[in-house]
């Protein structure tokens, strides 16, 4: 009789532990978001825009330093292409007047600076972007749903969507907690963490299955033990890469793509975390049985081949 190989990670065991730490962070996310809410950025609420363009790269702490003291609310500033042009988005209504009035405060300091352009996004702009953008999240988790169930069985498409929606929960509950700012490149990472922690389940979910199909016990927690483990070199090494991309991202990208880099990371850490625990242990709760990958035994025969 075929056996498992014992393995160090006993992950199964842990699966309480795993719960009990995404269920306190999925409630502390929930709750930040209905009493906090998201910090949304000029993309989702609104406000103005000024582009301008030094003839020497700035400092954008001493740009943002200089508006702040002049009484401009909410202040971003990033590079926008080169690193001489600056994109300014300043939380507040448009004024025809206001890019002039940034410039002059910039020059005030000693720098060349031109401006570009000045223009105002309107808050239903952003209001189109928000529904559209939640739309979009939620016709992505459907097809999720619908492909793992195709390609396994309806049970691993519920631990699928439900580890998904864990990622996406915890990743947007931080950026609530802490403040941080939520515009429409967030929204593309969020998106990004779907896939990328699709595929990691993908690989689990594929050597679970063929685990249980080629062994001759019937402990589930054993057998997802050895399927993990089977996986977690795999696991390890393709989260590991990833994040040293994106941390250099985040410290060598600039402001245009720090809060991407920020929710990539925290999207890579959880998205882990869940393939191994959430995703996985979610199908002993569901009560995964041998008996749902195979399919059921033929008849012998058809009704004209039976004897007369």
Known sequence: MKTLVNRQFDFMGKRRIAF???AVLILASI??????QLNLGLDFTGGTLVEVRYGVAPSLDAVRQILEEANFRDVSVQTFGASTEVLIRLQQAFDPEVGDRVVSL????GDSVELVRAEFVGAQVGEQLRDRSGLGLLVALGIVMLYVAFRFQYKFAIGALLALMHDVIIVVGIFSLFQLD????VLAALLAVIGYSLNDTIVVYDRIRETIRKSRIDDMPAIFNEAI???LSRT?????????VLMALLL??????HYFSIALILGVVVGTFSSIYVAAALLLAVKLQREDLIPPPKEADDEEEMLP
């Open 229 to 231: 483990n089977m996986t």
């Open 252 to 257: 060598l990208g600039g402001d245009m793509i």
């Open 20 to 22: 009990a730490m995404s």
């Open 236 to 244: 390890l090494a393709t989260s590991g890469t990833t994040l040293l």
């Open 182 to 185: 939520f515009d429409l490149t």
């Open 106 to 109: 910039l020059r005030d300091s």
């Open 31 to 36: 709750v930040s978001l209905l009493f906090q």
